[in-house]
């Protein structure tokens, strides 16, 4: 295993490399083509395809993972991994693939560990066969094998997986939107696991039969989102943090009315937030998975991680430069 994941980490598998992301405004909202923002994580999923003799499909994950995730999330993962296959022209009944995920993104629900398992898959993929693709086509071969993990994905995970940065992404009737941020300066976050992995297509599930049973509840939230995301954007460019931090925490109140955040969610982003972050909230599917934190000094990072390491089971510190 040692030698596999030396491999892994090989300088000529940097091209497969794909992002995790921590979404600071707008999830939910977004796979209703409103506006968000996400910010990839340094730490990133890669990929190995060695095509074998024997037919079919070998998967060997050596990806680091919280406890329960990868059983929970087997089933999701296979089928996957075999739409980008045939997304990308492969028929593995006529030439088997052993594929190796590894990296140092650990899989945790709200990091976007299926859309950087799949994104690094189509990498992998381009280099084994070979055949070159832009980035847009890596994109879309992701986006494509995010709706193995869940049926409707907006995009926003795995564009953020295949290119990084910290990116304003819209969904629209067409291809989405989306362009790279210039930061102002250092955005210091924290990030934490609550232990308990979620699943995307059911919370998503259930907003959508939300909205459906009261359009104008549903209306009112995405028009007060729409507004904060605005306000996010803006204070993102000016590189004001107290203001960044306060719509983080008017964001999280919104996911709390949408019904997406829960008790251990609230909990960390109050300890957060009690520990000197600026602002606090829940990112990514909810209902269990990641809060982040926003810290304006590497102190205050340290501090508010030290804080919820008492209360979570898995804490992050990144920062978005
Ligand atoms: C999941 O990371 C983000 C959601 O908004 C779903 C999506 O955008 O596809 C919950």
Not at 8 to 37: M, N
Not at 248 to 276: F, I, M, P
């Amino acid at each position: 295993q040692r030698v596999r994941q030396e491999r892994i980490g090989a300088a000529c598998l940097k091209r497969t490399r794909a992002f995790g992301k921590l979404i600071l405004f707008g999830e939910h909202f977004v796979v209703y083509k409103a506006p968000a923002l996400v910010g990839a994580v340094a730490a990133y999923t890669d990929c190995d395809v060695e095509f074998t003799g024997a037919p079919g499909i070998e998967v060997v994950d050596l990806r680091p993972a919280v406890p329960g995730y990868k059983v929970e999330k087997a089933a999701e993962g296979e089928e996957a991994v075999k739409i980008v296959l045939s997304h990308l022209g492969v028929d593995t009944e006529k030439r088997g693939a052993k594929i190796t995920f590894g990296g140092s993104l650990t899989a945790v629900s709200g990091i976007g560990a299926s859309a950087a398992q799949v994104v690094s898959l189509a990498r992998a993929l381009s280099a084994a066969l070979p055949r070159t693709l832009s980035e847009e086509e890596v994109n879309a071969a992701g986006y494509e094998g995010e709706k193995g993990y869940h049926g409707t994905p907006s995009g926003v995970d795995n564009t953020a997986a295949t290119y990084g940065g910290v990116l304003r992404f819209q969904r629209t009737d067409g291809a989405p939107l989306f362009t790279m941020k210039k930061l102002a300066g250092p955005i210091r976050i924290v990030y934490a696991s609550t232990g308990i992995t979620a699943s995307t297509t059911k919370v998503v599930g259930d907003v959508k039969a939300k909205k459906e049973a009261d359009e104008a509840w549903f209306g009112s939230l995405l028009a007060r989102y729409t507004a904060l995301a605005a306000e996010g954007e803006a204070a993102l460019d000016a590189g004001d943090m107290a203001a960044l931090g306060r719509l983080l925490d008017e964001n999280h109140a919104l996911c709390q009315e949408l019904t997406v955040s829960c008790k251990e969610l609230d909990d960390l982003v109050v300890a957060a937030r009690g520990a000197g972050a600026v602002g606090a909230k829940m990112s990514g599917t909810g209902r269990g998975g990641l809060m982040l934190a926003l810290t304006p000094t590497a102190e205050s990072q340290a501090a508010v991680a030290k804080a919820l390491e008492k209360l979570a089971p898995q804490v992050w510190m990144t920062t978005f430069a």
